[in-house]
DNA sequence: TGCATCATGTAATCAGTTACATGATTTT
DNA sequence: AAAATCATGTAACTGATTACATGATGCA
């Protein structure tokens, strides 16, 4: 379980409440990581309970109070103790893989929308994250020479833009197979011809 | 909910057991999703239940018999379906990317080993997937024309690929971040000065 | 003798999502 | 007047992991 610890170091960034963490969640610790609000509500309930973090009652005007939270003392002792743990490398899970195998059993070009609007949402990330490096790490309005803290943000930064571009260009991969395959193994399109039916495109 | 949908997929390809299910989970499918088999048995029989899968007891010699699953009309109904709905781009969750920002609070050169670690174990995936590649699909010994569903694979695969290649790249560059920050945080580590370098064997 | 492989499962727990709920303020 | 933003939460459910459990065969 990292959402603990991803809250322990965006907290250590800068306190706040949990309705900011879970902005922060969609920004910049979102390059590799995402959670509901609901989620970091009651994860934040109970490290409050565990003693690693300390909560402060802001009374607001115009706006509820909220609760920031920073973390306490055990808190920076449970990140220690994670940060020099070993941990096993992610596993990932695309759905639209196995979309993509799933293919094989139905019509090849039904797909090709699909993946043309996830390349779009790929590149809209892309376009954010180059907008944010720009802005925060490698524009004239930066800070000239960056501390550690932003070294490390910049170099996950980095991580997440290097994971936009391999994506987009995979799926060019992906679409110009899926062309391929339209082309070859669905000509009979006619409307009374039985359409890849359930024993699938058997070539 | 995707693993039904892997399954169904994987049963397409061929039918088989929970325990070939697992295995092939830790292979092939396994390029984008992973799955214990205490999932796999109880999606089975959740599925087998609502009637898309239909199974065969085998009896074997020498071994348990095994309940083989294959997919039942209703199955290719349900897949075909998920086909052509919309899914939502993958989030990616890297816990490695945390802990990188977490070392801001901790010392940057505990965290050199890990990264190394993490950065073996894509290598050895990379060599894996160039072997099955080569064996499957580019190699002399693999089918000459491939059909469509060995080409959806094969792009799939070339996925896999890119990711892993992506990957050990951007560890190569979040190293030589680290190496930087221990060369100009950490020096009042060393017992006595040591050779600085960019990339030296410091500490 | 002990370990790995094949094969299936239960029970308990943890993590994460979806839906529902409230209520003020600010913006269009 | 309606929608978006700020701010917090509960309840129900689904998905996934960990630990435990069984039992045969084959191999070193």
Redesign the interface.
Known sequence: M?LE??I??SL??KPGSGYELARRFERS??????ATHQQIYRVLKRMELEGVLSVREVPQQGRPDKKEYSVADPG?AV??R???E??E??????????????????D?S??IG?VE??QQ??RDRLTRYLTGELRDFTGPDAPAPLD??Q??????L??GI??E??TI??LD??LA?LH??GA??APRHDPQDSPPG?S????
């Open positions: 990292a610890h991803a322990l170091v250590l960034e610790i979102g390059y590799f990581w995402t920076r990140l220690s994670w940060l020099h070993p941990i490398p992610e596993s990932l899970r695309h759905d639209l893989a196995v979309k993509i195998r799933g293919t094989a059993f139905d090849p039904a797909l699909e609007r996830h949402i790929h550690a803290g070294e490390l943000q910049h170099v996950v980095r991580g290097a994971f571009r391999m260009a995979w991969d992906v197979t391929t395959l070859t193994t359930p699938g495109p058997s070539v």
